[in-house]
């Protein structure tokens, strides 16, 4: 898993067809539809990723 958008193992429900309704609480918090420890280290290395990252967003013109 190397975006939240990816599943993070088998037991995600989220889907094109079945959307997470919690999709943004899942990815910053969970995973929310099953417990696994191994999921939710992925979703932290992510947002590490993305907090350590000062380009992440970069609005200048």
Known sequence: MEKFIEHCCEECT???DNPCEK???CCM??????E???CKKKRQTIIGK???NEDFLNYDD
């Open 14 to 16: 989220n889907t094109k």
């Open 23 to 25: 999709f943004i609480e």
């Open 29 to 34: 918090q969970g995973p929310l539809c099953h």
């Open 36 to 38: 696994n420890e191994s």
């Open 50 to 52: 993305i907090v350590l």
